[in-house]
């Protein structure tokens, strides 16, 4: 199996820490990092960053604790969190990562000086790659010819400080004649020369398949990557990847990005932009409004439309060539209810739910297909704090703001020893004691990612190779959308029908993977999963 490249994302459980209290509190971290709950798991990892601890989990709380802080938007506490890593840990295996992680941080303020001397204090070989991508992504920001004139001085061999002075010379009006022969200079000296442009066909349109993206990109914003819309950047990255990946396997793929809102004008505005024509598939609108226009569009010219983030079977119905990608509550009901025919258990239910209208909604659904395979529904309400009762059967439980945690202790303090089954989202992880978690208890968890898996590993290695930040749900996500739908488009709209409705598809994918073949075109496959062994495992789909 190929190594993955931050093996500290693989192998927690084999490191020791100087008390457990210490490695009790990294672990906790961990898991909410790997959830996305960024505020979570700073909290835990600033107690263990708050001096030079002497254990080897240390600097992996360091370089959880700065990429926590990176994810949330404070730029300014992950460059102190990657300074005393550097600083505290040099001789660590993996300094080198958090060297490139301290490089990209500074570059993206517009500390070049200090981000280029990270990177040029990694001396492995294996990283040369590495480093020049992250000054290929930034030099070109420099502003000024004579910026990039001291930064090459400082560093004279590197190909991605030249290129961007040239290109900076090269587009200036007026150049003195010093600068003009430098330019010759370095395009000698660095053979640097123009990027090979898409091919395409006699009429202009490049070759291959051309997907649309109408999401809130919130370009408008005054920083469009904080938390609040950062989702749809990770979801963009992971889009990217499955991009490139298609195009190593011959199947040329174009990701067109519009930025829209909840706000119909915006998707108008799309539509006169060159090359709108074109798209085949249609990830999107995620609001009501422009959806609306979008849908008659995609209609209209019997293109596809992808739905990411939505389980409303409203979005897709009367249009057979509509996806969600998210099981609806139905789907999802169901398959807790197969899951519990499998494991034989007594047709009765008690069902639970949380303050949410989602919530109640899903409880009304889970009794409802209950009843038709004929259960008997012993209880419907909202769980505050009652008395749980022992019973044969199982109990339900959609809920979130962990919830669930609540309701597992109460079953647990009044001795029910029926099964549960629950969402996940009824559990936030910067909260929870996974003690809680007994073999009877059995989550529906549609974002389960298992990362012992190879092809998730490679992809969390490339992900972070490329992106320098390690990948959320939304990334994932993003690329199995693209990785999917590419595929079964890539012979042509005409075998695209074929290509869905010969069944699961889940091997190459990072999620649970895609199955539309039933008549509804939502997606067939739900994880459920137990806690074992400290880890999620899939029990059933």
């Not at 400080?161 to 090269?170: G, S």
């Not at 370095?186 to 398949?209: D, I, M, Q």
Request: with cysteine.
């Amino acid at each position: 199996m190929k190594k993955a490249f931050l093996t500290f994302l693989l192998l927690p459980g084999l490191l020791w820490a100087q008390s457990i209290d210490y490695l009790s509190q990294y672990k906790e971290g961990v898991a909410l990092f790997k959830e996305g709950n960024f505020e979570g798991a700073s909290a835990k990892f600033s107690n263990l960053t708050n001096k030079n601890y002497d254990n080897k989990v240390a600097p992996y709380a360091f370089l959880y604790a700065a990429q926590s802080a990176e994810k949330k938007g404070n730029k300014y506490q992950a460059k102190i969190l990657y300074r005393n890593l550097l600083t505290y840990y040099p001789n660590w295996d993996k300094i080198d990562e958090a060297r490139i992680l301290y490089a990209q941080n500074n570059l993206a303020d517009g500390y070049y000086e200090e981000g280029l001397k990270a990177l040029h204090e990694i001396e492995n070989e294996k990283y040369n790659g590495l480093k020049l991508q992250v000054m290929e992504d930034h030099m070109k920001n420099v502003k000024t010819i004579a910026a990039l004139k001291q930064l090459y001085a400082k560093y004279p061999n590197y190909r991605p400080i030249a290129k961007a002075l040239v290109d900076k010379i090269q587009a200036n009006r007026y150049n003195t004649k010093a600068d003009l022969e430098m330019s010759d200079m370095l395009t000698n000296r660095f053979k640097l020369s123009e990027e090979e442009k898409p091919k395409t066909t006699t009429k202009g349109k490049a070759e291959g398949l051309h997907f649309g993206l109408l999401l809130p990109f919130e370009l408008q914003a005054s920083d469009p990557t904080l938390p609040a819309y950062r989702y749809i950047y990770d979801l963009y990255a992971g889009m990217q990847m499955a991009q490139e990946k298609l195009g190593n396997e011959g199947t040329a793929l174009y990701l067109h990005p519009y930025d829209i809102k909840n706000d119909a004008n915006a998707y108008k505005l799309a539509e006169k932009k060159p090359g709108f024509e074109e798209i085949q598939l249609f990830v999107g609108p995620l609001y009501a409004a422009p959806n609306t226009l979008a849908q008659k569009h995609i209609m209209d010219k019997n293109l596809i439309q992808v739905h990411p983030t939505s389980n409303n079977l409203d979005l897709i119905k009367d249009n057979k060539n509509a996806f969600l990608v998210q099981p609806s509550h139905a789907q999802q009901a169901n398959k807790a209810l197969d899951f519990a025919a499998k494991e034989g258990w007594a047709k009765t239910v008690s069902i639970y739910y949380g303050d949410s209208r989602k919530d109640s909604l899903f409880a009304s659904i889970y009794s409802a297909e209950a009843k038709k395979r004929g259960y008997t529904v012993l209880e419907f309400k909202r769980f505050t704090t009652q008395k749980l009762k022992p019973q044969k059967g199982h109990l339900f439980l959609a809920a979130d703001n962990n919830l669930g945690v609540k309701f597992l202790q109460n079953a647990a303090m009044n001795q029910v020893e029926c099964e549960i089954i629950m969402t996940a989202s009824s559990l936030s992880w910067d909260r929870i004691n996974t003690s809680v978690l007994t073999e009877k208890v059995a989550l529906i968890y549609p974002e389960f990612v298992n990362r012992n898996r190879e092809v998730v590993q490679e992809f969390e290695k490339a992900y972070f190779d490329k992106h320098f930040a390690l990948p959320s749900y939304y990334s994932y996500l993003g690329y199995d959308i693209v990785y999917y739908f590419g595929n079964r488009l890539k012979k042509g709209k005409s075998s695209f029908d074929r290509e869905v409705n010969r069944g699961a598809y889940i091997d190459d994918f990072l999620l649970g993977g895609y199955d539309f073949s039933k008549k509804v075109k939502q997606n067939d496959i739900v994880p459920i999963v137990k806690f074992r062994d400290q880890n999620f495992e899939e029990v059933y789909r």
